[in-house]
């Protein structure tokens, strides 16, 4: 398959596309059971609790055991008592992440770009380099591009010191580069930007790991 390359040159440029990349059909099962796992490897246990064992205090017993009509009690540290230890409360330990098999994923990967493409919201230019850093630099370039009011995420062969800098100002940009890829990006984000060598660096990247 190919796309249209966007050039400040009138001439019209296309550029083949890895059809087994960029037009998968969509499994919209397998695509919400890599974002459950991607977003369950991202969450930590926080939530934490103290048992009996681990709260301070509580060493002696609180009263007597016989003749005072209480209930007979060893330690002010019990989960009956106020400020004692928790029963069955959450725990830091807890491990939420999953695991998938890598092809898995990458499918995943591959369906959202095929639909980025499919909506119109994949768009390639020549390159991604600017003459200065700064952020007008940026909107005047996005300014030339074929993209409505959303978010856009920028993919990167390598590192690009002006572009990345000039685009820290604007919060509906993205910048990262082709081998950090994932799914949760993608999603997120309306739009998808990238040149010809993020197209080869995203191809060479899958490529090698299929082949």
Known sequence: MKIKVISDKKIEKNIDLASEIFAVTLNQNLLAQVVQTQMANR????????????VSGGGRKPF???????????STRS?????????????NVRNFSKRLPQKMLQKAIFMAFSEKIKN????????????????????SFLEKLP??????????AKTNINFELSSANLPFLKVIQAQNINILDILKFDY????IAGIEALQK???RKNG
């Open 64 to 74: 007597r055991q016989k003749g005072t009509g209480n209930a007979r009690a060893g």
């Open 79 to 91: 989960p009956l008592w106020v400020g004692g230890g928790i029963t069955f409360g959450p725990r």
């Open 192 to 195: 998808i930007l990238t040149d």
């Open 43 to 54: 969450r930590r246990a926080i939530a934490h609790t103290k048992t009996r064992g681990e």
């Open 147 to 156: 993209i409505e009011e959303g978010k856009i995420l920028v993919i990167l």
């Open 205 to 207: 990247i899958f490529g």
């Open 120 to 139: 119109n919201k994949f768009i390639v230019t020549e390159n991604l380099e600017l003459a200065k850093i700064g952020t007008k630099e940026v909107q």
